[in-house]
């Protein structure tokens, strides 16, 4: 009997750890969280240019479980995105001004 591999989609959150930009985050997308971080601290190529500034970067959330990398990339927009997203801005409309922002702000949408 052979056994399936089911394939990894992920959504993250990075945190900025340079002094200078410690408020900076990124939300996104991947199906090897270990390369992608490499890929954004600069160890290897074909980082987002948005996380060039910022280095190093450390991995604080990984949302994973989804079947598709469909749903993967719909739920990344959605964090992305909260005030547009159909499915999130009920809820975050429910939160005060200082819940929304941050880290703690991006990591509160998914739960």
Known sequence: ???????FYGCYLLRSLDPAARIRTYIGFTVNPR???RQH???????????????PWEMVLVVYGFPTHVQA???????????KSKVVRTVVAQLKASQRKGLQGKVSRCT
């Not at 601290?41 to 280095?55: D, F, L, P, Q």
């Not at 990339?73 to 005030?83: D, G, I, V």
Request: charged share 30%; aromatic share 12%; no cysteine.
């Open 1 to 7: 009997m052979a056994s399936q591999l089911r394939s």
């Open 35 to 37: 390369r992608r971080i």
């Open 41 to 55: 601290n600069g160890e290897i190529s074909s980082g987002a240019w948005r996380t060039k500034r910022g280095r």
């Open 73 to 83: 990339l719909q739920f990344e927009w959605a964090w992305q995105h909260p005030e």
